[in-house]
């Protein structure tokens, strides 16, 4: 006696479906550190830029007093 057996198999793929959860929540993490990182070293640009331009107008201020006072000085030794 002989046995045959006969069997047809189908196969297919899924939908696509929205990936792994965790996946797409660990890549918006980065993104965001990313993006935060990227903020946080423009504002320290920015701040080191101020702090530079703060220092050269303080420097400018004092240049600025510095020749009052001798103009003032001058004056006062040509009256005596």
Partial sequence: ??????AKVYA???AGGNGC????AAE???G???ATKESERRAAERSEGVARATK????RAAARSEAV???TKERCDAVS
């Fill in 1 to 6: 006696m002989r046995f045959l057996d006969v």
């Fill in 12 to 14: 297919s793929s899924g």
């Fill in 21 to 24: 959860p965790e996946r797409r």
């Fill in 28 to 30: 918006r993490s980065e």
């Fill in 32 to 34: 965001v550190a990313r």
């Fill in 56 to 59: 050269e107008s303080e420097r």
């Fill in 69 to 71: 006072v001798r103009a």
